[in-house]
């Protein structure tokens, strides 16, 4: 039974690139589960691949970390400065005869595994140096002497029991001959350094679990609990890739994503609670467990994220929305100066928008005197027969007492009714006239945000247009 207090998770991203859809849902769950026990959760960067490992991903990987919510509570370490612990370690297995260094060249090792697959054999090393007792040498390689027999059993949190025979495991290579670490050394020695008490990943490493278990117990550690989490796929069954969607988390922050939406999203990838779709980052950590993480894979959905999003859009704080959206309008060059009328532009655009990308296009006929008007709807609602009732809204407004959406509404219905027409014939002509298109919010709503000032210049614009034609 895991006890609060002692739990020690950590999320280990390779810096070869951004922070893919995957790793911020183990990102996600690993963060859920050490907060759900009042543990640490530990940030550490696997940077020991030199050639693809960059300054710019590492960025990338903390910004998007940072933008999730996902904080962490010891590090970021990075693998690579830890290079010298780890030879130790390598030295120690050597010297008490639980490694052994390899001479055999990439192209001897392409034979014997060509040999192998011919002979209908497991292509794995086939221990050609394991009894030569060879020295330290500038261009070996040191191996990790495997047990030939006996099972290694994976007693996984999510999956269940699994036994791997040890004979079908390979004498792995854990120092490459430049002296550095391969991934499935180091990532055992900082775990145990680190006293990682749970380890939450994809299941593409489930393979990799039982020689890190026997590397646990040659190193005389203690073995942390494994859940593997199932990989998430395209709604064509496939992996995940880029032909489904965006698969960089920051792509969705560009698209205008909310990341709360992401978080909501990414942690119903494979873990139900009933039949609740939303939840707040509060109740995450209040009813996450592993015991709900199901063992099939995921399907993404963009439908379903953009929903949430558009839900979170809706329930956001009108001053945080305001500034979740400035880089959008940034973008459009949109004049961002006062805060107050940002903040009525978005309550009326809000339950109309999916992204914040969508509400900052939408919005734009807020920020213009120069409406362009859409033809169709030009042609239909502004003529001749109009001329008359929007002359009447631009002479009764200013002496209009109750500026108000209802005040509004009841304005325009008084005057609709003095000229014994429906509402929606004076509503509709005059949403073209100050808007330049038959879809918006509501036409008391761009009125009373677009205030009395502007409404009746863009009145008098759509009237002069009108008697021009």
Request: proline share 3%; glycine share 6%.
């Amino acid at each position: 039974m895991t006890e609060k207090g002692n739990v020690r998770t950590r999320f280990a991203p390779s810096p070869t690139g951004f922070l893919h859809i995957g790793g911020a849902r183990t990102a996600l769950f690993s963060w859920l589960y050490a907060r759900h026990y009042n543990g640490k959760f530990i940030l550490r960067i696997e940077d020991t691949d030199q050639v693809r490992s960059t300054e710019q991903s590492t960025k990338a990987i903390l910004g998007a970390m940072t933008w999730l919510g996902l904080n962490w509570d010891e590090g970021p370490f990075f693998q690579a400065q830890r290079a010298d612990m780890h030879r130790k370690m390598v030295r120690r297995l050597l010297d008490e005869g639980k490694a052994y260094c390899c001479v055999c060249t990439p192209e001897e090792l392409e034979d014997k595994r060509k040999k192998a697959l011919a002979e209908g054999r497991k292509p794995k090393y086939d221990g050609t140096c394991r009894d030569k007792n060879l020295p330290r040498q500038a261009y070996a390689v040191v191996r990790f002497r495997c047990p030939d027999t006996g099972v290694t059993v994976v007693n996984d949190l999510i999956k269940g029991m699994i036994a791997f025979n040890n004979d079908e495991l390979d004498d792995l290579v854990i120092e490459r001959s430049d002296g550095y670490p391969t991934y499935n050394f180091a990532v055992v020695v900082d775990d145990a350094q680190m006293r990682i008490t749970h380890v939450i990943r994809g299941d593409d490493h489930l393979n990799n679990t039982p020689r890190q278990i026997l590397l646990y117990a040659a190193l005389g550690y203690m073995i942390p609990q494994f859940a593997h989490v199932s990989m998430i796929m395209g709604s064509d069954k496939t992996r995940l890739s880029k032909r489904h969607g965006a698969t960089s988390v920051m792509a969705y922050k560009e698209m205008g994503y909310l990341p709360e939406a992401v978080v909501n999203y990414l942690v119903r990838l494979g873990w139900s609670y009933g039949d609740q779709e939303i939840f707040s980052l509060d109740e995450l950590i209040r009813i996450f467990t592993l015991e709900s993480v199901g063992k099939s894979a995921a399907v993404f959905n963009p439908e379903k994220l953009l929903w949430l999003n558009q839900h979170y859009i809706k329930e956001c704080d009108s001053k945080r929305l305001v500034d979740e959206t400035m880089p959008f309008w940034q973008k459009l060059g949109v004049d961002t100066s006062d805060h107050g009328f940002l903040e009525r532009v978005t309550d009326d655009l809000r339950t109309r928008s999916k992204t914040l990308a969508e509400l900052a296009d939408a919005s734009l006929f807020y920020f213009t005197d120069d409406i362009v008007y859409e033809r169709a709807a030009a042609d239909k609602y502004l003529n001749k027969e109009i001329v008359d009732y929007l002359a009447v809204i631009a002479e009764r407004l200013p002496s209009m007492q109750d500026f108000t959406r209802k005040g509004m509404e009841n304005f325009l219905r008084a005057i609709a009714g003095e000229r014994g027409v429906s509402l929606k014939v004076i509503a509709q002509p005059l949403r073209v006239a100050l808007t330049g298109k038959t879809v918006s919010p509501g036409v008391d709503e761009v009125v009373i945000t677009l205030g009395k000032e502007k409404v009746i210049k863009r009145i008098k614009k759509a009237i002069c247009c009108i008697k021009g034609r």
